[in-house]
């Protein structure tokens, strides 16, 4: 074991999998000798060389064809799109293209392509580079979707999206990166797709959340603790297919929800959870599910980031309203 | 034009006129099938040649059918493909097995000389998967209606080869329109900067649906867009095999020798419509252009090459039209005989391994389809 952060973690994961599957690429702008732009692929170029992690040209929608291609002649593609806001110059490539690979040739092909990108706010960086548009493939038939909040989570988790056969939007929140450390298996290891994690548990209501939000969910549900509240908190992990079991076992128990996300009302994919647990579970609801989202504006210039984006704070008021309903 | 007033610093307009001097048409048939540049001629054996007018008469008739199946609604989405016979089929012609194709959505006829069954274009025409089920041992992908996005996907294919140590090349082609893409740029551009063996044809037919080719670019020629790539580019008369299966055999040597990737610009004509769905060519082209362009027909002229060298006959012709109408008609029929699709089969091909709302969802429909 060693204490790594969620970066680390990262690194650590994808240098094993470059060490177990010489079909393992990894490719994006500044990825090679640069390490990065976060370090997410320090040292790796170095130690296995220009041919299985190298530069790009900067264009997002190149890259999302130089994966596909790659596929087709037998590689796993682990490519890097810097910021997920730029996400919107290579849509074609990941749902318009790559999502439909194994569909569109009734399984002749497949596309196990794993695409890491940052995001996320709280770090005031500029225009473009926090916003969650993680909704936007979760509505993409085809795509696995996966947000990791722990460096115990984000190696087991990207290791099996590079393993997957199929692609996965590996989305990595840039406050979690470095801010704490965690044990960390130094040898492989997996956590599959689809499976969210009970953090913490407990009988009065469920916090369903993901990426950063599972902190902030977390310090709430301590603080309502106090106030002699039993709180349990769900990390969802992967936001696309969502664990239908794990989610509707602990309304089933806490018969009451809120669904946290750091999105604006209208994106993420809070919307989605809510319908689940009203399909599956409205008969053990004492209380509407309600969210914890971000205003449907823009993603707030810099200064403005600790009004706009939720936090612990709108986790205890949202929770005190539905259970106090 | 540059001002005469006052002598320029920078001739930035003789600098655009003198690399559009460097993009002259490649030619080696002419309209009456008169060899005018031998030194261009490529080195095909007398079957050879035969064969490359066989497939060019075959696909002539394929298209002549379609159209008619399409009308009878025995056919759905298809792209006529009349007057590019030679860009198409004589570009392809010079490519080997080994070869990786990126079609468009109109280059069908390439990828069926690759390999894929008739039967299978023909179900990729209606809309059925298993039109898309490409057979192992064929290296193409199913046509591609995003516009440029094969461009990019090429970039990577070629790549692939190069980084496995192949000795092949990955072949794409779009239209005039389809230049103007973004992904028709970064391709290339990616192609060059990886030194990948990429052969990137671009097939001006003179028109993006009803869009002339003037409405694209102030360009002069779509070849010259290879400058912006750092890589060769090629203009090449479209309606002429040889000079066509020429250029991009060169291509092709010049990628498995490690010298990068081409652009080659095939000027041609589709005497059709766009597509069969509802395009009307005589709202935005003229019957005379239309006359013009049939006189440049790559099959006539091909076929007085050939009938000078004594190596083809309207006999001959008559075989290989009446083999295809043959070959069609059987592969209507099987493709009518494949089973219809399922909701299921659908859920099946999505993932290797389903997800749980497709678990849940291929159960639903599995049920509704035993009913």
């Known amino acids: 074991m060693a204490q790594m952060t969620m970066i680390q973690a ?29 370090r997410a692929t320090e040292g790796l170029q170095k130690e296995f060389g220009e041919e299985r992690v190298f530069d790009t040209p900067l264009a997002e929608s190149g890259i999302g064809g130089l994966a596909i291609g790659l596929s087709t002649q037998g590689y796993r593609p682990v490519p890097e799109i810097q910021f997920f806001g730029f996400v919107y110059e290579v849509m074609d490539s990941i749902s318009g293209q790559m999502a439909r690979w194994r569909y569109r040739t009734g399984g002749s092909y497949h596309a196990p392509i794993t695409i890491r990108s940052p995001f996320g706010g709280g770090v005031h960086t500029p225009e473009l580079h926090a916003d969650s548009l993680e909704g936007l493939m979760a509505q993409q038939p085809g795509l696995k979707v996966v947000i990791p ?117 209208q994106a993420g994919i809070a919307a989605n959870v809510v319908a689940e647990i009203n399909d599956r579970a409205i008969l053990s609801l004492d209380a509407p599910v309600l969210r914890v989202t971000a205003p449907d504006t823009v993603y707030p210039f810099s200064q403005a980031e600790p009004v706009w984006l939720p936090n612990h704070k709108d986790i205890i008021e949202t929770a005190k309203k539905v259970l106090e309903f | 034009m540059a001002s005469k007033a006052k002598a320029a610093q920078v001739d930035a307009v003789k600098t655009l006129e003198s690399i559009e001097e460097k993009f002259e048409m490649v030619q080696v048939l002419n309209e009456k099938g008169e060899v005018i540049n031998d030194k261009m001629m490529p080195d095909l054996s007398d079957e050879q040649l035969v064969e490359l007018m066989s497939r060019m008469v075959y696909t002539r008739i394929l298209d002549q059918r379609s159209i008619s ?23 392809h012609f010079a490519l080997e097995k080994e070869d990786f194709i990126l079609p468009g959505y109109r280059d069908v006829p390439q990828i069926i000389w690759h390999g894929l069954p008739l ?121 002429d095999p040889l000079a066509v299966y020429a250029v991009v055999r060169e291509a092709r040597e010049r990628a498995i020798n490690g010298e990068g990737p081409s652009l080659i610009e095939t000027l041609c004509y589709r005497y059709g419509p766009h597509t069969m ?95």
Do not use: C
Request: hydrophobic residues 35%; without cysteine; charged residues 30%.
């Open chain 1, 10 to 38: 990262i690194t650590d994961a994808l240098r094993t999998e470059l060490r177990n599957d010489e079909n393992v690429l990894v490719f994006g702008e500044d990825v090679g000798v640069n390490g990065g732009v976060f």
């Open chain 1, 149 to 265: 909040s722990t460096p115990y989570d984000a190696k087991g988790l990207l290791i099996s999206a590079i393993r997957d056969n199929d692609p996965v939007i590996f989305l990595e929140h840039m406050k979690l990166y470095r801010s704490f450390r965690q044990e960390v298996p130094e040898e492989e290891y997996t956590i599959p797709l689809g499976k969210a994690e009970v953090k913490k548990e407990g009988k009065d209501l469920s916090i369903i959340t993901y990426g950063a939000m599972v902190h902030d969910s977390i310090k709430a549900a301590e603080a309502l603790e106090k106030e002699g509240h039993s709180v349990e908190v769900i990390d969802l992990r992967t936001i696309s297919p969502l664990d239908i079991e794990t989610i509707i076992k602990s309304v089933e128990k806490t018969n009451r929800a809120i669904v946290v996300q750091e999105a604006q009302k």
């Open chain 2, 69 to 91: 199946l399409n009308r009878q609604g025995r056919l759905g989405f298809y792209a006529p493909t009349a007057g590019q016979e030679a860009s198409a089929i004589a570009s």
């Open chain 2, 119 to 239: 039967y299978k274009a023909f179900l990729f025409s209606r809309g059925h998967f298993a039109g898309n089920q490409i057979p192992e041992d064929v290296n193409v992908i199913p046509p591609q209606i995003i516009i440029g996005a094969q461009y990019v996907q090429t970039a990577g294919v070629a790549l692939g080869l190069k980084k496995r140590g192949k000795k092949a090349v990955a072949a794409t082609y779009t239209g005039d329109g389809g230049s103007s893409q973004g992904d028709f740029y970064e391709g290339i551009n990616f192609a060059g900067a990886f030194g990948a063996p990429a052969v990137f044809i671009v097939q001006n037919n003179q028109f993006a649906i009803s869009t002339p080719r003037e409405k694209q670019t102030a360009a002069a020629t779509i070849a010259q867009k290879a400058v912006a790539a750092g890589i060769p580019g090629v203009l090449v008369d479209g309606m």
């Open chain 2, 277 to 371: 769905a509802g395009d009307d060519p005589t709202r935005y082209r003229t019957s005379d252009t239309d006359n013009e362009w049939e006189k440049k027909d790559p099959i006539v002229r091909f076929r007085i090459y050939l009938e000078g060298k004594g190596l083809w006959s309207e006999e001959k012709e008559n075989e290989v039209i009446e083999k295809a109408k043959e070959e069609i008609k059987e592969a209507i029929k099987k493709a009518d005989d494949t089973p219809k699709q399922k909701v299921t089969d659908l859920i099946s091909n999505m993932f290797e391994e389903l997800p749980y709302n497709l678990q849940e969802q291929y159960e639903i429909y599995k049920e509704k389809e035993s009913k």
